[in-house]
């Protein structure tokens, strides 16, 4: 994906077309600057990405934590394509209603990537994020699952995929969700 220019590549074109770039590319990308041997060629690799990545009205998106959270505390989100932000200071002039949102941290990182410039805690978190992805035996993961749900589940479509989420989410006690999600999140229960 990072040799092909936006338009050519579907996953590029998809965040590039509504401007709402998820956090964890955020962390994929800048885990790059770890990728090659080379430091010169991965921190131009990271530039080069985040200039894809930042097209006029683009902006990073509040993580899927945040997102629950905020359903679970009555917030309403809606998911329509339109990034979801944090904060903001609503304003009026004129007798017209807006808000002024300030730029998020993730977003200045992204703007200072494009100039190639990284923290010393970006560069770790790189170093850390890789090594910790790298270990992770996918295909083990697969076999497994594969193993243990082979009988069990067969999903073929999405709708079938839909189902099976919709009955097992009745199937639980919404308390043990709760609990679960919030000890995901690293909030207390």
């Not at 097992?168 to 999140?185: E, V």
């Amino acid at each position: 994906m990072t040799s092909l220019p936006c338009k050519d590549c579907p996953a590029w074109s998809l965040i590039c077309s509504d401007g709402n770039i998820p956090p964890v590319l955020l962390v994929e990308i800048l885990t790059d600057l770890k990728k090659a041997k080379d430091i010169t060629a991965s921190r131009w690799e990271v530039q080069n990405l985040a200039n894809k990545l930042v097209p006029a009205s683009s902006a990073v998106n509040v993580g899927f934590r945040d997102l629950v959270a905020g359903e679970i505390l009555g917030y309403k989100v809606t998911a329509d394509g339109r990034p979801v932000l944090r904060g903001g200071k609503p304003v009026t002039s004129q007798g017209k209603a807006g808000m002024i949102i300030e730029q998020s941290p993730e977003e200045e990182a992204l703007l200072r990537w494009q100039v190639g410039s990284f923290s010393e805690a970006e560069e770790l978190l790189a170093e850390n994020w890789r090594r910790t992805s790298q270990a992770i035996d996918l295909e083990g993961m697969q076999r497994t699952l594969r193993n243990d749900y082979r009988r069990h589940v067969r999903l073929r479509t999405l709708e079938e995929t839909a189902n099976f989420v919709d009955e097992l989410l009745r199937s639980i006690p919404p308390r043990k969700l709760l609990s679960w999600f919030l000890a995901d999140c690293e909030m207390q229960t």
